[in-house]
């Protein structure tokens, strides 16, 4: 029995139940043989073994009360997994599949991401299986506060610093911090994503797509190319796929999809970012209204998705960019991709890509950036937020986004220096793994058996 299969074992018997956190976990543990089977330090200190069992795992109960008088319930998450490199760091998602495996899954990959930034920073991950689609501003506000109630006693700027996610934006987190500033009466940068009246960043807001897009470029500079005039599929239609559909304008690209829980939008001349905006502000807005203004774009209902896959990755493009959400991305979807010319893959989103598809995207020899990789731009500017916070300073976008450059470059290097020392060159899920594993690890041996 292999040591990989080992460990498997043993976290399906201590974790149960839990496919999205094994997918995560067994994704890093494949990378890692080469690296395993040279430095028998690793398997003396337990490195793996400590490293896939979170410090510590929060769960309470929410209540709170609807705008009827009712008293609803909703479970709490906060997953602390490691604090080796510094303070926990990682978001908030309210959205009602939370459950215990997907935040974990998550905490275990904000762990390597946060370690590939080469900033101080630890890992972690939280949330609620709260949905805020349909609720009022006052029943948002409501649960907010009896969530922090709670999670106020774990949380502190140099301890456990959370930021936004799927369903925690400005609103959320302005709702979030004002209820644990009121109890514990300080003004501290114990939570990010916060707006700019509150000690938010500039560009906070922006950095996870940005940071996609600037990874994808890095990573097409060093073939000898660019994003200069290539296709690009994008999915989603939230914060990270609207601001990667931006920057990838600015840097030459034309992005021609989006797509939310109704369908996916194409128009071939190029997404009307305006337009789309103006759709996604509004309450009843729907990606189907695009037409409206654009004849030429066309609107496929997620009724008409291929079977066992997506239909926005069925589209011919040059570059993908799943930005929605965990596993949209099949091994069936991943075909196609190839099938239409698709020469990269790029994850804006935590694990959106199955492992069957990722195996056979990198089977095929197309580039294939991971998201713990490609999506880093968020955390990474999250920490220049506690950095601005601990400093009574803010910077300018020009700062920001200067450093947000260096940041992705930096994270783009270690993966595929990583590679090409593992004989593996443009592999680049191998080297982001390693390069964040060996980080972390080291660490940990250097501070003992805690």
């Given at each position: ?11 399906q ?8 956190f ?16 040279n430095?028998d ?8 073994e ?37 303070p ?19 905490g ?14 630890g890992?972690g991950?939280?949330?609620a299986?709260?949905?805020?689609k ?5 029943e ?9 109630n ?10 456990d610093?959370p ?10 987190v302005?709702?979030l911090?004002g209820?644990y ?18 000690g ?37 239609a ?5 601001h ?35 759709l996604?502000?509004?309450?009843d ?11 030429k774009?066309r609107f ?10 997506h ?14 959400t965990?596993?949209?991305?099949t091994?069936?979807?991943a ?7 698709c ?21 095929a ?11 880093a ?5 999250s ?10 300073q803010?910077w ?27 004989n593996q060159?443009?592999n ?22 805690v």
């Open positions: 029995m292999t040591y990989i299969h080992t460990i498997m074992e043993r976290l018997h201590s974790s149960p139940a839990q496919t999205e094994y997918q995560a976990v067994e994704e890093v543990l494949q990378s890692l043989d080469p690296l395993l089977e430095y330090r690793y398997h003396r200190h337990a490195i793996i400590r490293m896939v069992e979170p410090e510590r795992q929060i769960m309470f109960r929410v209540c709170w009360m609807d705008d009827d008088g009712q008293v609803q319930v909703n479970k709490g998450y906060r997953v602390e997994f490691s604090s080796t490199l510094g926990y760091k990682g978001g908030l998602r309210f959205h009602p599949s939370v459950n215990g495996s997907i935040i974990k899954f998550l275990f990959e904000q762990v390597f991401k946060n370690a590939l930034t080469g900033l101080p920073l890992g991950k939280g949330g299986n709260f949905n805020p349909g609720k009022s501003d006052a948002i506000m409501r649960f907010c506060q009896a969530f922090m709670e999670l106020y006693r774990h949380i502190g700027p140099t301890t610093v930021a936004g996610d799927i369903g925690v934006g400005s609103r959320e302005g709702y911090f209820q500033k009121k109890l514990v009466n300080r003004f501290d940068g114990v939570i990010t994503g916060k707006s700019l009246n509150n938010g960043s500039l560009l906070r807001t922006e950095a996870t797509g940005y940071g996609c897009a600037y990874f994808a470029n890095y990573m097409l500079e060093d073939q000898k190319t660019g994003l200069d005039g290539k296709t690009c599929l994008v999915s989603g939230g914060n990270v796929a609207l990667t559909i931006e920057k990838l304008y600015q840097l030459g690209a034309i992005p021609v999809s989006c797509s939310d829980s109704s369908g996916t939008l194409y128009h071939a001349d190029g997404i009307d970012l305006d337009c789309l905006r103006q996604k502000s509004s309450s807005g729907h990606l189907q209204d695009y037409l409206s203004e654009h004849s774009a496929i209902a997620k009724e008409d998705n291929p079977k066992d896959g239909a926005i990755w069925h589209l011919p493009c040059d570059l993908a960019f799943p930005c929605a965990q596993n949209e991305l091994e069936t979807d075909k196609a991709l190839l099938d239409n010319g020469q990269a893959v790029i994850e804006g989103a935590n694990m959106p890509c199955t492992s069957k598809a990722v195996q056979q995207i990198i089977q020899k197309k580039l294939f950036a991971p998201g713990k990789a490609a999506n731009g968020g955390v990474a500017t920490q220049l937020e506690m950095a601005q916070n601990a400093s009574m803010r300018s976008s020009d700062e920001v986004d200067e450093k947000l450059k260096d940041i992705m470059c930096g994270i783009y290097t270690r993966s595929h220096e990583a590679a090409a020392e593992f060159p443009g680049l899920l191998l080297g982001a793994n390693i390069a964040g594993f060996r980080r972390l690890a080291d660490a940990m041996i250097e501070q003992g058996v």
